[in-house]
């Protein structure tokens, strides 16, 4: 039997559950594949580190020339994380006309383009099924499962940290400073968690989700993203009491007029089904031509979750190198024969979306204030569904919360504007969109 | 390129469906295949009734064997369900040597043994992801994707009728009767439904799902089901008060002492994921070693779901054909190359299980009898975690609701017989099983 021979760059957690698993199920694996899986080299930074995993004949490496000008290589496994060096490694790799397998959303995202526009002249293969939702095979659904199908809509909890510290906020009425460092110790947040916390990690995994769904490139950096900082507990109870719950969703949909990507905060009905996602799990809700909706939900990371997606897609490529599947299948989309790349596309404006919205406006308790704002939702066209205020506290700021009906963003954003020059508001209006009721059952 | 020619049997929803896929999505599918498909006859009852699908070239036929004994056609596609005559149709064609595609679980679960052992002498597929849950890549991905891990337990909402059911009975408060009506006039649920309202259509799905996740053979007969035609709306109500819904749950889970699979109605809370799973959808909860907890969630049935799943089968079975994927792939646990055929298991006994439950005791307003009952309880070991009854009104029965803690199944079953022998109830005791809090996040 043939041995395909691996690289793998990087060894931390990730890493250590990839090997674990190649090593585990490696008679299933041979069976599959029809070759022997033998990690060769793995590049780490610190070669006397104890380890966590047997490395069998896997030798440790600081220097990235030992995989990358292996000839014997011919898979090359990135779990490095960022942008560099992890770009120069797999940009090297492709040339050197090695397959690559990477877990690295914000690499594919924001260099995607130069990196499969490298692969497909040569006919390599670039898989990264553990970059998104890690615990479900989503991208793996969304290429072969659906091939007969067409993909309308996406709506995902993608980012685990984000979720994580909603929840605890919605179980325990916890502010969000406290519900982060909770998340924080319990290793759900980084240090520092800003590419969490402010959506940019989920407008990654949404670029590489419309990518695969509707065969399109989009810079992530202009997909409108709205963090979960601005949510505080009152914000969270109310909308308790009046049956939702607050999620960080990523949300992309195409019609005949284009694709609309937005990842913010959203008001989702307790009994739909994306409200049980609880603490770090990712989910996200694919609505499809023939289909009708189905849902993917499961671990969005941790070391075994995205190794069993990063083993799924070496068995895919080695699968390939032996023979017994075809660019043709699971790559289809991003490695096209004719080496045509997917088109480029700019996000819809936002400012064209029409969707229900939660505000909250602070004001003192003084008469004529509240009728103020409200005629000047009523100016911009934003109607009001339903609105109540509890009863003020002697001279304490009241918070009046509306909803809204279903208005186009820009009478929103446009009220908001104007009522914000109000020298009358207490604090800025809180603003969270309700889920779109076409997505509700 | 070569040509790969399908005979279809049976023109109704599901039928309808595939073929229509296989024409809309016929350039796609060639890519993937290598070959064209090329529905050759499909058979009818009544030919010269007018159709919703273009037939293209295939011929309607009323003789199987314009079929089964066509030595062109290489692939069978069984779409008339239930045991006979699509069991003689399988068998026949299997033996002609040809593949089979099929969405019939009530013919794998009673009769899978003699057609899989059929198949696998011959080298041949026996597909059947339509079988269950045809709205999401279920089988596949527990076949595939988890490749590399191990499934330890399957919790499944797999009955669309059922779910329905108990989902209006749940949001209009109707009572069981109504419920059915209402299903039967929205097309979810038959004329007669009794397979699907007594856990039977459930009882099959869960053997086929223990095949695939488990490698293993249980008669569907044997597999402990109880249906929702018991649930009461007091049950509903009082599930709703305490932060329950109930739902029809199919539930396999395996230890080292062997395999326990059963069907019956759970207490599931409602802020769990099953509680989000409405209507007619179907769901399952996957837990594997690797992954930890995993969801899959679409439609159960209707023509486009499950022609979907039948249109990726025969995708599959034709990539066999023309060398594009091998038998170790998908069916890797079906078609052992070996020959070997899985295990047949019983399940084990229901009185090992343990788990809370909800009982509803209805006796008369009198001193001393909820006494007498609480007292058989203890004697048999049931110890009580809540207990409550509403204020009785005069003469009327009351209705006392325990919540026991976790306990052995042969205990509630010894204090249940026991309680029913006593002259005092007034109607028999309400029994459901609450959901394993291992199954909770």
Redesign the interface.
Known sequence: MRTIAIGVLGLGNVGT?TLQ??R??RD??E??V?ARLDVRAVLVRDPNKPRDVELGGARLTTRPADILDDPEIEIVVELIGGLDPARDHVLRALRAGKHVVTANKALLAERGEQIFAEASQRGLAVFFEGSVAG???LL??LR??????RIEALTGIVNGTSNYILDAMTRTGARYEDALRAAQEAGYAEADPTLDVDGSDAAHKLALLALVSFGVRVDPGAIHREGVTGIDPFDIKTADELGYVIKSLAIARRSARGVSLRVHPTMVP??????????S?N?CLVES???????????GA?P??T??AV??DV?EVARLITG???H??AG?RLLPKSGAQPERVDPLPLDELECENYLCIHVPNQPGVLGRCAACLGRHGVSIKRMFQEAPRGDAPVSMVIFTESVPERSVAAALAEMSTFDILSRPTDRIRILDPDTI?
Chains 1, 2 share one sequence.
């Open positions: 559950g698993l190649l585990d199920n299933a694996i069976a599959r029809g615990g479900t095979p793996r659904s072969e499962g659906l091939a007969s199908d307790k009994t739909h089904v994306l409200a049980g996602v609880h603490g799990y989910a031509r023939a289909l009708g909706r189905s849902l993917y939900y499961g671990r941790g075994m979750p190794g069993v083993v799924s068995i017994r599947a075809s043709e299948d289809a059952d």
